[in-house]
């Protein structure tokens, strides 16, 4: 596994931000059920601190969802890992879809793990942030600024698409784009009750569908923002 981190944490070794600190929230994780040990390499190796606002950078290892500004929010590490384990159940994908980078941890996550990763945001401020980030650390990932319930047509068939947004129901532009036997990762649901779905292109078209667990996520929202 190849990892792009050219930038050293900021105070690495050092008190709430160090790989100390990292290394126990893999201990957790691992505790709690997450066992594909390149995905809790690549939590090892992405300094999630440098994806949340400086005042929150302390509390970057704990496991525990963390707001990015906007009303959106970078998602709990065990649902980051365990999305992404989903993802590589079957051996790695190459092409991956993200819908909703926010502040692109989980992008970081896909690139980290050598997939070659697109991913799509709404609000533009957040994207404009998470594209100097993933720059500055050296990850290589494909983004656009758009309404991603459209997925990103010019670049499909995806062999995964990992949605990171909850809707009343799976978009069919997300389900077309998917390669067959591709797979892909989605919260459905409302406001009030979602539920993780892993869902799999079969060859004759149809799709098998499972019901992993329950989750949180804020809404998938249709137009797009500044
Ligand atoms: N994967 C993100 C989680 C961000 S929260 C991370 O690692 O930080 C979900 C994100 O989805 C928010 O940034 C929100 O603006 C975005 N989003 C919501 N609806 C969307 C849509 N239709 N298209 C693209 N992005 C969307």
């Not at 709430?16 to 059920?33: P, W």
């Not at 009750?193 to 569908?209: F, N, P, Y």
Request: cysteine-free; hydrophobic content about 45%.
């Amino acid at each position: 596994m190849t990892t792009r981190t050219r930038l050293e944490p900021v105070a690495a070794g050092q008190g709430m931000t160090s790989q100390r600190v990292r290394d126990r929230l893999v201990d957790r994780l691992r505790e709690i059920g997450i066992r594909n040990e390149n995905v809790l390499n690549a939590v090892r190796t992405v300094p999630r601190h440098l994806f949340v606002d400086e005042a929150l950078a302390m509390r970057a290892y704990e496991d525990t969802a963390l707001p990015i500004g906007h009303s959106q929010t970078i998602s709990q590490p065990w649902v980051v890992a365990r999305m992404t384990e989903v993802l590589l159940q079957e051996g790695a994908p190459r092409k991956v879809l993200e819908i909703g980078t926010g502040s692109g941890y989980q992008a970081a996550i896909l690139a980290a793990l050598g997939l070659e990763v697109y991913t799509v945001e709404r609000i533009g401020d957040l994207l404009r942030q998470a594209r100097k980030r993933l720059r500055q650390l050296g990850y290589n990932v494909r983004s656009k600024h758009d309404d991603g319930r459209a997925g990103w047509a010019e670049h499909a068939p995806y062999d995964a698409i990992i949605v990171t947004a909850a809707a009343p129901a799976l978009v069919a532009a997300m389900i077309d784009q998917l390669a067959v036997g591709g797979r892909l990762v989605a919260p459905v649901g409302g406001a009030s009750s979602q539920s993780l779905i892993q869902l799999t292109r079969r060859a004759d078209g149809g799709v098998d569908e499972e019901v992993l667990a329950p989750v949180v996520f804020v809404p998938l929202l249709s137009g797009t923002l500044d």
